[in-house]
């Protein structure tokens, strides 16, 4: 079975910093996909950033990198110059069995001060 | 870019009676799409997996009875919550899976919030 633990239930970051949100997974597929997701209040789920588990590099996005280990199991997300717009709900997420459903982590709520 | 709709955004229904979702992808095809639910303050779990043409797979635990969905054309999905009751209250929130071959994302409606009363 698959599983996606995210043990930070907050976290809090200044305007300008960077943050990072953890997330490990497990599953004993060996083709997999790691995802991020942002979820602001008003309940959208954007998405941020994708990393595949045969990709060598660490996947980029603008502001968020993607910090893959995959030796164990996690795949980090940094957000670089945080901004106030950047505080909602985080998840990550990850895809087996051909690229399809998706198992969601517990999420992680970021919250940006000035 | 992918877009996907829902209908409506939220409805209030009354205890007992039924309630349709419908989720669209509006400029792209969805041979798959998935319908989660969240509950507040909580994480998206994933309730049943739609293909078009076919019946829907249904996670463990999801009453398949209860939760009824219809994947009639390859750019819409609905789900009827039948007989709703107080404790199906909760957004939710379908995704779309393109058909083209390649393609990894998975792009989400804005959700629906349902109230049962």
């Known amino acids: 079975a698959q599983k996606i633990t995210q043990t930070q239930p907050g976290m809090f970051v200044q305007e300008k910093e960077a943050v990072t949100l953890d997330c490990t997974y497990d599953t004993s597929d060996p083709s997999y996909g790691l995802f991020w997701y942002k979820q602001p209040s008003s309940g959208e789920m954007i998405f941020l950033i994708y990393q595949g588990s045969y990709d060598q590099q660490n996947a980029t996005e603008g502001r968020y990198s993607l910090n893959f280990q995959k030796a164990r199991k996690s795949a980090n997300l940094v957000i670089s110059a945080s901004q106030l717009g950047d505080s909602a709900m985080y998840f990550c997420?990850?895809?087996?069995?051909?690229?399809?459903?998706?198992?969601f982590g517990t999420g992680t709520r970021l919250l940006v001060s000035p | 870019g992918a877009v996907v709709s829902q209908h409506p955004s939220w409805v209030i229904c009354k205890s007992g009676t039924s309630v349709k979702i419908e989720c669209r992808s509006l400029d792209f095809q969805a041979t798959t799409m998935f319908w989660y639910r969240q509950f507040p303050k909580q994480s998206l779990m994933l309730m049943a997996t739609?293909?078009?043409?076919?019946?829907?797979?249904?996670e463990q635990g999801v009453e398949k009875d209860k939760f009824l969905i219809n994947h009639a054309s390859l750019t819409l999905s609905t789900l009827t919550v039948t007989s709703a009751h107080p404790e199906d209250s909760s957004f939710y929130i379908c995704s779309a899976d393109p058909t083209s071959a390649g393609s990894y994302e998975q792009y989400f409606g804005p959700g629906t919030r349902l109230t049962v009363t």
């Open positions: 739609s293909n078009e043409g076919s019946k829907a797979t249904y």
């Open positions: 997420a990850m895809s087996t069995t051909g690229f399809q459903k998706l198992v």
